[in-house]
C-alpha cells in the first residue's frame, strides 16, 4: 500500500487482538522507534488508509503476543509498563496525525456495563505522578488536571455509536486508578458522589500526552467494563472488551473516513520527558 501524507491511526486495547475477521486485506509494518521496534497493521476502507496498532501487544508479533494488565511482557520474559512514547512515535511516523483509541472502564454511576464513554476531563489521581517504563528508558511526570481529550469528533461519534445500537453517554469525568475496578465499595461511594463518571487504568491519558506535544488529534471511546454490581474477572473484562470493542471498531473505521478532524491539534501541551529530547537526539 502506498503511504498517505495524512494517516489516521486507531487504538485498540483490552479484549482486541487484531484485525483479523474484521478486514478482509490488511498488512503488517514494522517501525523501528528509539524505545523499540512497534508493529502497526495497515488498511484501506472508503479509500482513507488507515493504521491500527494494539497498546498492549504493539512491541511484538501477535503470534508471540503475551500480556496482562498493566504490564505487557517482552520478548526476554520481563514485565513491562505499558509505554505509550513508541506506539504514537510510531504511527507518527507513518504519516499518522489523527489518532482514535478504545480504552477498558470501570464506572461509579448508573451506566450499564458495555456502554461506551467519551472521556473529556480527568483529574489527578491521589499518587499524582504516572510513570511510563519504555524497554530502554523510564519517565515520570505529573498529571495535570482539566481537558486532555480533543472533544472534536465527539458529536459526530455519539450519533454513529447510536446509530449502530451501542448505548453511549455524551462525555465522562475520567478518574485514573490503578485498574478498571474498584479498590473497595468505599472507594466506589467516594469517587459517585464526587461526580466521577468512569475510572481506568492510565492508558489513555499519556497516549493523549504524547500525541498532543506531538501536534496529533486524539479522540478517547472508554468501553464500560466494571460496575458495583458487576465485578468481572480479567477474562470476562476481556470478553466484554472483545464483544463491545469490535462494533466499536467499525464505528472508528467510518468516523476515520467520514469525518473531519482539525490539523494541527491545538489542545494543550503536557510535556512528555524523553519524547521530543529523544526523537532530536
Not at 36 to 57: I, P
Not at 184 to 200: C, K, Q
Amino acid at each position: 500500500m502506498d503511504r498517505p501524507l495524512i494517516g489516521i491511526g486507531i487504538i485498540t486495547g483490552t479484549g482486541f487482538d487484531d484485525l483479523k475477521g474484521l478486514i478482509d486485506v490488511f498488512e503488517g509494518r514494522r517501525v523501528d522507534t528509539p524505545w523499540g521496534t512497534v508493529y502497526v497493521q495497515e488498511f484501506e476502507q472508503g479509500g482513507v488508509h488507515l493504521f491500527h496498532l494494539n497498546r498492549h501487544a504493539a512491541h511484538a508479533p501477535l503470534r508471540d503476543r503475551k500480556w496482562r494488565l498493566p504490564h505487557y511482557v517482552d520478548r526476554d520474559g520481563n514485565n513491562r509498563f505499558l509505554d505509550p512514547r513508541p506506539n504514537i512515535v510510531a504511527l507518527a511516523k507513518l504519516g499518522v496525525r489523527r489518532i482514535l483509541s478504545a480504552t477498558a472502564v470501570g464506572t461509579p454511576q448508573d451506566l450499564p456495563v458495555g456502554s461506551i464513554v467519551l472521556p473529556t476531563d480527568h483529574r489527578t489521581p491521589e499518587f499524582g505522578i504516572l510513570t511510563l517504563a519504555g524497554e530502554n528508558s523510564r519517565a515520570q511526570f505529573h498529571q495535570p488536571k482539566g481537558k486532555v481529550f480533543c472533544g472534536n469528533p465527539h458529536g459526530a461519534l455519539v450519533e454513529a455509536l447510536h446509530q449502530r445500537g451501542l448505548v453511549s453517554c455524551a462525555s465522562g469525568l475520567l478518574q485514573i486508578t490503578r485498574g478498571p475496578g474498584f479498590e473497595s465499595d468505599a472507594d466506589y461511594e467516594v469517587l459517585r458522589r464526587e461526580g466521577v463518571t468512569i475510572v481506568g487504568m492510565h492508558t489513555a491519558i499519556p497516549e493523549a500526552y504524547c500525541c498532543h506535544e506531538l501536534g496529533l488529534c486524539y479522540t478517547a471511546a472508554a468501553i464500560i467494563t466494571d460496575s458495583l454490581s458487576h465485578h468481572p474477572d480479567q477474562a470476562e473484562i476481556e470478553r466484554i472488551g472483545r464483544e463491545v470493542g469490535r462494533p466499536l471498531f467499525g464505528v472508528l473505521c467510518d468516523l476515520a473516513v467520514t469525518s473531519a478532524f482539525p490539523s494541527p491539534c491545538t489542545c494543550t501541551k503536557h510535556p512528555v520527558p524523553g519524547l521530543l529530547e529523544t526523537l532530536a537526539a
